[in-house]
């Protein structure tokens, strides 16, 4: 398995072997930003598989940080302040994952190693707080959710195995700088906090959504809006327990959910009436959900609207044109 860097992985044992040929094979970064490529896809692969007792599956969390997280010279806040870092280093390394069940408590693994136990104050099992904590302290971060998906957290955007499949979200300053090429005359730079709430809290879960964002003041386009749903709450996209709340509401109701410019929820259940015109230049994609959302960006130029399958991977639609992927050569539909 050979990188662009020039970076090939030695020799390795015939299932570590198997999982870099899948990885290279389907395209995913899975081990880019790893400090140690070797040691990320041995716990890539306990993730994957790992041991069993008396039946049962364990979740599992693992930190893979740059070398400088643990230098003397550096202070590493990002970890420090909300994590008590528990020495780990005599333990044996099969049985110091016992201690990271991925959710308050991850192993922080070196080249050989778990070093250290951290252990989170909260909660840090949701795609959302993982995506953080990795941009904060770096490296990699992998792990086994307690519903059985396998994530790999990088800066090459989240790599997901769902037990089928193989899917890679990129970053999300990659997904805004495709969408200012398609909609140069939106803010896009605003819709960020309701692309990263798509892409990690509820394609992360595997809830589906049609989500519209509205920067403008201008009206929106007569007779496309249909509410199921009078006098949705304004809940708040920076707010994590109103975040929370509006990901449970989606969780159980049909139709799209519309936002604001600040993120805030203003209608909610809405069902999307395409115009005869976008009936006639937007055919039928994959499914009722892609095909009226992308009808809709057809009438109203002032939205972006951000489609979320139950499968996980999510589009975005401006102006009749679904995007599907950061790199234009690898987009596909249907």
């Known amino acids: 398995m050979t990188r662009e860097d020039g970076y090939e992985l030695p020799v390795l044992p015939g299932r570590l072997q198997r999982l870099a040929e899948e990885l290279e094979e389907e395209g995913l970064p899975a081990l880019d930003g790893a400090p140690d490529r070797v040691a990320a896809l041995v716990e890539l692969a306990y993730a994957l598989r790992p041991h069993l007792h008396e039946g049962r599956v364990p979740s599992y969390g693992v930190l893979l940080p740059p070398d400088s997280v643990f230098s003397p010279q550096i202070e590493h806040a990002a970890l420090n302040s909300i994590a008590d870092l528990i020495p780990a280093h005599d333990l044996d390394l099969q049985f110091a994952r016992r201690f990271a069940d991925g959710v308050t408590s991850f192993a922080v693994r070196s080249h050989t ?126 707010h994590i327990g109103e975040e929370a709340a509006l990901a449970q509401a989606l969780s159980q109701t049909d139709g799209a959910a519309v936002f604001d410019g600040d993120g805030t929820l203003t209608a909610l259940a809405i069902r999307l009436a395409p115009s005869h015109a976008a009936e006639r230049a937007i055919g039928v994609m994959s499914g009722m959900r892609h095909t009226s959302a992308l009808r809709y960006s057809h009438d109203d130029l002032d939205a972006i609207v951000i489609v979320v399958s139950e499968a996980g991977p999510v589009t975005l639609m401006h102006g009749g044109r679904a995007i599907t992927s950061v790199d234009p050569t690898e987009e596909r539909i249907g």
């Open 113 to 238: 190693s778990v070093d250290h136990l951290a252990c989170f104050a909260r909660n840090m099992a949701e795609e959302y707080d993982l995506v953080g904590l990795q941009s904060s302290i770096g490296g990699l971060i992998i792990q086994r959710h307690p519903a059985g998906q396998v994530r790999v957290f990088g800066p090459a955007g989240v790599v997901r195995w769902n037990g089928t499949s193989w899917h890679h979200d990129a970053p999300m300053d990659a997904w805004i700088s495709r969408l200012a090429e398609v909609a140069p005359g939106l803010p896009v730079d605003g819709v960020r906090p309701l692309l990263r709430f798509a892409v990690h809290k509820l394609g992360g879960r595997g809830i589906g959504a049609t989500l519209i964002w509205r920067p403008t003041d201008h009206d929106i386009p007569t007779h496309r809006h249909e509410p199921l749903v009078r006098n949705a709450p304004r809940l708040r996209l920076d």
